[in-house]
């Protein structure tokens, strides 16, 4: 059962909606693609975790605060009584481990480039959520494993009782959650402990970085949601992309918009005017206002109307 399914976070999010409308600095372009590949991954793995059977509840994408620090877990599986955390690493290539346990990856011509040790991260991750339970009353261990996901990552000289899954296990270590699964049923003490999870996640990581751009430097419009060109066109009551022949509903297409514009610009007050300049294709205002209208609380009369959630 998940209780608490995985989104694309708001931070990934941004990335995607500027580098559609604009071009990305490399170092933003490099970071978003460090995003994507890393969702990418956990969304490999949930696709794993549907083959689990017997009783058990996902949470997953969760972010703590506990002591003014903050702590984010891609997957957490509460099995009977015990508790498996998981961080998963969607990383390719090769790695290499060395006598003092820094992690290296492996460039061309045998180069090396020093890399952060991911079970570091693992093990800071596990006190802190461990001292979390301990605060709200519960006791269940803790197994945590670093799931590399990617079969084309290979690390070397890694020792046999570190916490890491490898691509080349991930089968059998599946096998392995099945049996423990299917022999032990959950207890309410369990169902309490998600609850009392997900009651403490925060929504918003206070750590997020955000991309370069500026509302001039955008290009504007309705771009296709499925393939992401700007070469639309407008029916009555559907934009079809030229492209890829993609339809969606103005209505849906203009929510669309509003979201990712509140997203790039928080500050800005949502008005007919500022939605009909950032959706540009719509002549005509009068379609915006109703969308608007319809979906939002309005705030204000005549030209100083705006549009808050409802
Ligand atoms: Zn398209």
Same mark, same amino acid.
């Given at each position: 059962m998940i209780y608490k399914h995985r989104t694309l976070s708001k931070e990934l999010l941004l990335y995607q909606f500027v580098n559609t409308r604009a071009t990305l600095s490399q170092s933003d372009s490099q970071y978003h693609? #460090?995003?994507?590949?890393?969702?990418?991954?956990?969304?490999?793995?949930?696709? +794993?975790?549907?083959?689990?059977?017997? @009783?058990?509840?996902?949470?997953?994408?969760?972010?703590?605060?506990?002591?003014?620090?903050?702590?984010? =877990?891609? *997957?957490?599986? +509460?099995?009977? @009584?015990?508790?498996? +955390?998981f961080d998963v690493k969607n990383f390719e290539n090769?790695?290499?481990?060395?006598?003092?346990?820094?992690?290296y990856s492996i460039l061309?011509?045998?180069?090396?480039? @020093? *890399?952060?040790?991911? =079970?570091?991260? +693992?093990?800071? $991750?596990?006190?802190?959520?461990?001292?979390?339970?301990?605060k709200l009353g519960f006791k269940s261990p803790i197994t945590s494993k670093? !799931?590399?996901?990617?079969?084309?990552?290979?690390?070397?000289?890694?020792? /046999?009782?570190?916490? =890491? !899954?490898?691509?080349?296990?991930?089968?059998?270590?599946?096998?392995? %959650?099945?049996?423990? %699964?299917? #022999?032990a049923k959950l207890k309410d003490r369990d169902f309490k402990l998600a609850q009392q999870l997900l009651q403490n996640?925060? @929504?918003? *990581?206070?750590? &997020?970085?955000s991309p370069?751009?500026?509302?001039?430097? %955008?290009?504007?419009?309705i771009y296709c949601k499925s393939c992401r060109s700007f070469d639309?066109?407008?029916? /009555? &009551? #559907? =934009? !079809? $992309?030229?492209? $890829?022949?993609?339809?969606e509903k103005i209505e849906t297409a203009v929510l669309r918009n509003v979201d990712e514009f509140t997203l790039m610009f928080p500050d800005i007050k949502v008005t007919t005017t500022a939605i009909s300049e950032w959706c540009g294709i719509i002549k005509s205002e009068i379609t915006i206002r109703k969308v608007l209208n319809k979906n939002y609380k309005t705030i204000g009369k005549h030209?100083? #109307?705006?549009?808050?959630?409802?």
């Open positions: 693609w #460090t995003l994507e590949k890393g969702y990418e991954g956990e969304q490999l793995f949930d696709l +794993l975790l549907q083959q689990l059977q017997g @009783e058990f509840i996902i949470l997953n994408d969760l972010l703590f605060a506990f002591n003014n620090t903050f702590f984010q =877990i891609d *997957s957490l599986l +509460l099995a009977p @009584e015990k508790i498996h +955390l090769d790695y290499i481990i060395d006598n003092d346990n820094n992690w061309q011509n045998d180069r090396r480039k @020093e *890399s952060k040790n991911p =079970i570091h991260q +693992l093990n800071r $991750c596990e006190t802190l959520l461990k001292q979390q339970l301990q670093l !799931v590399f996901i990617n079969p084309n990552f290979y690390l070397y000289q890694a020792p /046999p009782n570190y916490p =890491i !899954v490898f691509p080349t296990q991930l089968n059998r270590f599946i096998n392995q %959650l099945n049996s423990q %699964l299917t #022999t996640h925060k @929504e918003d *990581s206070p750590f &997020k970085n370069d751009y500026s509302y001039d430097g %955008l290009k504007k419009g639309v066109f407008t029916n /009555p &009551k #559907t =934009i !079809v $992309c030229s492209k $890829c022949g993609f339809r030209r100083g #109307t705006y549009y808050v959630d409802k």
